[in-house]
């Protein structure tokens, strides 16, 4: 009687596990966040390639990796379209805003996520905000507050709406209204405009190079000290572009090409990716 008793009980505790394992998996493969995506001038919004509307566009998507596209319309066919990936997340905003300009330099934009923070803050009233800029080393302002040099996470931010703006200099500058919740992280990629006055800096930009590219034969990369402890190794040379791997200041690799701020590296056997150059090396033998 008690072996019966102790397997009925083993049973039931199994078909409990499984229900809940059940439930939980379906909450993840069924929940959804929201997407907004406004442009200037009005554009079509592509998701993995299919078309779903017009900016403004506001909708709820599962949760997941997606691929966006914008692309002008009507009299604004002149100017460029954008293309990059974005996440949503569980009950969570992705916010994406461009300026599409008759270039890539001459645009601008923002993508902002806001994602549960890995670890409680110390106080319940705080939040953070990470920021990442294109090019890279633009400085980060908070509520007109000088914090640092992008990419920067700013701790302990008070939870509620504040100002965030993003400078350097012979560009143009972004500022944005952004809500801090408390325990969570707001993320933001920004990519600032060149400033149409500096000739010389849009020669630079558009890779108009009198003097040639020097050979990157044997050249090598290291990687400097950074404000999170390392340094995003990315699929393409954009801060739009998904994360392929991380590398830590100190480490160094093999230089493969370069592209305005960004140098391509192989960081492991047979894969490669992009890194930022504001936070490398370039090294010549």
Known sequence: MKVKLAIFSSLVFLFILFLIGRFIFLDQ?????ELKVVSS???SVFINNVVIGKTPFFDKYKV???VIKIIPEGTATEAASWQGKINIYKNALTYVNRELGSSDVSSAGEVYTTTKMEKAPSNKNYGEIYVETEPQGAIVYLDNDEKGVAPLILADVLKGTHELSVSMPNFIRRTQKINVDSGYRVSGYVKLSIDQTQPSIIKKETGQNASGSASLKDSSVLIKD?????LR???EPSIDASEAARVKPGEKYPLLEEQGDWYKIRY???????????????QTP
């Open 226 to 230: 950074t404000p999170t402890g390392w």
């Open 233 to 235: 190794v990315r699929v």
């Open 29 to 33: 493969r069924n929940a959804t966040g």
């Open 64 to 66: 997941g990796e997606y």
């Open 268 to 282: 492991e056997d047979g894969k490669e990716g992009w890194i930022s150059s504001s936070y490398s090396e370039k």
């Open 41 to 43: 001038p009005t554009a």
